[in-house]
T-cell receptor, first 116, second 113 residues
């Protein structure tokens, strides 16, 4: 069965610090997709990145970077030099391509507070 | 470009009253449609999803139901609301078989009093 665990409920950092948000997933499928979303205080969910199970190459986009490790079933998200605007709830999600269920399962989210 | 509309943005309803939340998608055909609920301070719980007109899969047994009367319309309903139905309801769409990201509406904040 699908499961996504975000063990960090809330993290507080001071502006300009680096912060890593953890995501651990469980799946029986060999083909799956992982996602990160950002939910700012306004409530809408903003898609950040997708990674498929066959591509373990890490990705960097500006101050954001993602570390995908199949050996530990983790897909961690790092924000470098954090800013107040990064304050939000961040969700990790998993979908299984071969199960045919079209379901996206989300973790419980990590609330990031960046203090000025 | 594709857009998703969800309304109303906020809703206050008494216990025992009916509910109807509507979501429509523009700019894409045969999308997969989803209803999620986010309780205060909690994660996203998948309630229903649909891969086609009239096809509804329920994830959580409860007093809510969903319908998809048209290709790009998804409706969440209840005949009698409970206090525990309060939360933030999000509609989303995707295409493909789980390989594309979900795109979310702005959500409806429901308070049952």
């Amino acid at each position: 069965a699908q499961k996504v665990t975000q063990a960090q409920t809330e993290i507080s950092v001071v502006e300009k610090e680096d912060v890593t948000l953890d995501c651990v997933y469980e799946t029986r499928d060999t083909t799956y997709y992982l996602f990160w979303y950002k939910q700012p205080p306004s409530g809408e969910l903003v898609f950040l990145i997708r990674r498929n199970s066959f591509d373990e190459q890490n990705e960097i986009s500006g101050r954001y970077s993602w570390n995908f490790q199949k050996s530990t079933s983790s897909f961690n998200f790092t924000i470098t030099a954090s800013q107040v605007v990064d304050s939000a709830v961040y969700f990790c999600a998993l979908s299984e391509a071969l199960s045919g269920t079209y379901k996206y399962i989300f973790g419980t989210g990590t609330r990031l507070k960046v203090l000025a | 470009s594709q857009t998703i509309h969800q309304w109303p943005a906020t809703l206050v309803q008494p216990v025992g009253s009916p509910l109807s939340l509507e979501c429509t998608v523009e700019g894409t055909s045969n999308p997969n449609l989803y209803w999620y609920r986010q309780a205060a301070g909690r994660g996203l719980q998948l309630l229903f999803y649909s891969v086609g007109i009239g096809q509804i899969s329920s994830e959580v047994p409860q007093n809510l139901s969903a319908s998809r009367p048209q290709d790009r319309q998804f409706i969440l309903s209840s005949k009698k609301l409970l206090l525990s139905d309060s939360g933030f309801y999000l509609c989303a769409w995707s295409v493909g078989v789980g390989n594309s990201p979900l795109h979310f509406g702005n959500g409806t904040r429901l308070t049952v009093t």
